[in-house]
């Protein structure tokens, strides 16, 4: 069966990084678009980054280029998200995501577009 597993969240200062990972099970990650997702308490998910199964293309929401990096390991069969610079409205619970079938622009700009599989979540607070 499927699994995405997160894990690297925590509480940070702002300004500090973290490195999110995805370790997936039951499906290889290099045939499938990745991305990552956020959601506060009250608010809408929303893409933060998203991937290509073949790396031809990379999307960063707007709020997070520049200082968030999505990548992956396909020998890990593992997504990563380093986060550096960051603020307090990058809290929320990130959530990683893998489709067969979606592509990037859509994974990471089409709101509630359904996808095949999503992680459990890890918490990300900022705060002094």
């Known amino acids: 069966q499927v699994q995405l597993v997160e894990s690297g969240g925590g509480l940070v200062h702002p300004g500090g990084s973290l490195r999110l990972s995805c370790a997936a099970s039951?499906?290889?990650?290099?045939?499938?678009?990745i991305g990552w997702f956020r959601q506060a308490p009250g608010k809408e998910r929303e893409a933060v980054a998203c991937?290509?199964?073949?790396?031809?293309?990379?999307v960063h929401a707007d709020s997070v280029k520049g200082r968030f990096t999505i990548s992956r390991d396909n020998a890990k069969n593992t997504v990563y998200l380093q986060m550096n610079s960051l603020t307090v409205e990058d809290t929320g619970v990130y959530y990683c995501?893998?489709?067969?079938?979606?592509?990037?622009?859509?994974?990471?700009?089409?709101?509630?577009?359904?996808?095949?599989?999503w992680g459990q979540g890890t918490q990300v607070t900022v705060s002094e």
């Open positions: 995501a893998a489709d067969s079938g979606a592509h990037v622009q859509a994974m990471c700009n089409i709101p509630k577009l359904p996808i095949n599989y």
């Open positions: 039951g499906i290889p990650l290099d045939y499938y678009t």
């Open positions: 991937m290509s199964h073949n790396d031809g293309s990379i």
